[in-house]
């Protein structure tokens, strides 16, 4: 099944502590795709301004099911953002963001992506993310995410958004936030009373929570020697973990379990080299190795 | 098998946002004690002042395997920490710290604990902690703690003590400090290259990791939905650790792995009252409900 992700396409410049990129492909509908594509088709609605290396793009997402029949070309210039992480790997500091055409972007969803099971609406104004979803018909599952940008202003377009969703993806600050809960349970629990059925909170290098009304799984970030550029982890966990369903297409809870791994996986992928690099060379082969490798990262046989 | 621990036997004062408490019973030995003596017999060697109330201790440890006769009274006044806890709960604001008798405490293993085969040498001067060693009797396993105020100031004497433990439990900023590598992995590597065979790096509420040489295993922190006081969580996590490999006597990895699962079910149940009040009351059944609790959270099932 088809997954259409509604998101940004950037050009990220990024310096760690080992090396520097300059305009790079980024944003989190790049992120989302370049991963979501290992496990399913892909439709990708967003904007880039006239300056986009879109040649670039193409030749990147080449050989992927990744469809960008819904990628507006729009007078102006491109979403960039410029970015630099220090030792501490999980603390972004932005530089530069430009927004560009980005901040007048109105997706509209091309007719032949109205039907996709599987939505996955990016951090965008949650006004838009209402708007895509009067442009969708029934999906099988619609989950989203959003920002402290969001959180800050537009908390009443937030709120509506819960109810239409039935899964959101936020990090741990973002959660902490929305809810002004402190605790993470009860804070996934103040967000499943206003609509999602599943919450996942993400934690960056320590790991991510999947919240159901019943039930809590919890995959770690893979502990790799060298995390190089963690940009974009976040959105290719997404990617990886809606993918994931798409190519299932179950939604049970032995499942969902299954998709977190499989977002962690492509999260720690994500962060092995700038931009979508690691993303788009990893082998269906890779992409089980390292899925095994969570499983026995947290596996123990239970005696009690 | 028995557990021989040598920690610090203190009076706590500890604020939180839901409460406080006064001159209750804390230090590593005590959480130590009270955790491990759910799985295995305990001995406690440490000191106290002339002005501790010992009938409270003895009280708290009354029905429990734990044999205090390597506790000494000696004369002045007994370690006090005061401390206090906002809304991050990972980060321990300390008051007050009053060493008192424990500044002076040179710890005598008395003949009948010289054979324990499970050794827990708490964190106190690296000095002392190589001591304990030439005072005990070829155990089957030494492990150790220690802290940020010794890898500053005694750091050659840690090196030292690495090289004649078989594990070491630290924190993440403690490994951190001693290793100079931000990476956990390489900072445990580090580790390993100067003598312990395991290295277990606890995050708080962000869980823990055991590495060995080719392996690593992870067990997340229990998500609570309200942690009361995170006084002693590491030490109780010691001791659900310790204790599990002493009452199993099985040093393989399988073993090991669930031993940390063990340590981190003690670890959440320090947390859940003041002081040891949880850990005391805890029956076998809370224990083995705990472990399946954590073998829920993290279980799926392997795909690929």
Redesign the interface.
Known sequence: MTVLVVGSVALDSVETPFGRADNVLGGSGTFFSAAASHLAPVQLVGVIGADFPLDKLKRAFASRPIDISGLEQADGTSFRWRGRYR??LNVAETLETHLGVFSNFRPKIPEQFRSAPFVFLGNIDPRLQLDVLTQVAKPKLVACDTMNFWIESRRPDILKLLSHVDLITLNDAEARQLTEE?????AARWIMERGPKHVVIK?GE??A?MFTNS??????AY?????FDPTGAGDSFAGGFMGYLASTGDLSE?NL??A??YGSAMGSFAVEKFSVDRLLEITPDD???R??DF??????????
Do not use: I, M, Q, T
């Not at 502990?223 to 995390?227: F, G, I, K, M, Q």
């Open positions: 030792h501490d402190f605790n993470l349970v009860k934690k320590h790991g929570f039930n809590v799984f919890f995959a770690p502990p790799l020697e060298s995390v032995a379990r299954r977190v791994v992409l089980r190795s899925v095994g499983h026995r990262l947290v596996s123990f046989e239970h005696d009690a």
